[in-house]
Structures are given as structure tokens and as C-alpha cells.
């Protein structure tokens, strides 16, 4: 399915926690900084930071259409020759 989600997976020793992004049809499994999956001692600790990192990774900054438009609008007005008639049109309030 094409949703968010978090869960936990029993395993020797406790529980890993996971969540899933919309754009990736696999769990993605919690790891420490080395890159191993961090294996909690319960299931509700293993929830509860399989929801933290959902919400961070929710919160970080992600490319959008609008931001290419923008630098696609920055270089032409840089390399586009200008119409004649643009700087006396925007000094009336008008734009071309």
C-alpha cells in the first residue's frame, strides 16, 4: 500500500522497530549510526522510536517542483533578453 506506517518485528533479544515511506514498498528497519538495527528491550520502545523517526523524517526538508521552477526563473532572468518594454511596464505597477 502507498501509506505511511510504523510497526515493530519480534526478534531474539526483543523487538526492532520499522517504518515504511510512501514512495518505498519495503519496511525500512531502525539502525544505530554503524549502519546494525538496534534491537529494543519491548515492543512499545520499539514503537515509540519507530514513530519518533517517522516524524523526523516527515519533518526534514524535501525537494519540491516549485523550488526547480524557481531556479529555472533565477537563470533565465540571468541569460533571457529582457523585452523592451519590461523595465517601463514595472515602473507603472504592471508586470509583462
Known amino acids: 500500500m502507498n501509506e505511511f506506517q510504523i510497526g515493530t518485528e519480534?526478534?531474539?533479544g526483543g523487538h526492532l522497530g520499522w517504518i515504511r515511506k510512501v514512495h518505498r514498498a519495503t519496511n525500512e528497519i531502525l539502525k544505530d549510526r554503524r549502519?546494525?538495527?538496534i534491537v529494543f528491550p519491548t515492543e512499545d520502545a520499539a514503537k515509540a522510536a519507530a514513530g519518533e523517526a517517522m516524524v523526523a523524517y516527515l519533518?526534514?526538508?524535501m525537494l519540491r517542483d516549485g523550488a526547480r521552477?524557481?531556479?529555472i526563473s533565477k537563470?533565465?532572468?540571468l541569460f533571457k533578453p529582457r523585452h523592451p518594454y519590461a523595465d517601463a511596464?514595472?515602473?507603472r505597477g504592471k508586470v509583462a
Open 10 to 12: 519480534a526478534v531474539n
Open 35 to 37: 549502519g546494525d538495527a
Open 59 to 61: 519533518n526534514t526538508p
Open 69 to 71: 521552477v524557481e531556479a
Open 75 to 77: 537563470a533565465e532572468a
Open 89 to 91: 511596464a514595472s515602473e
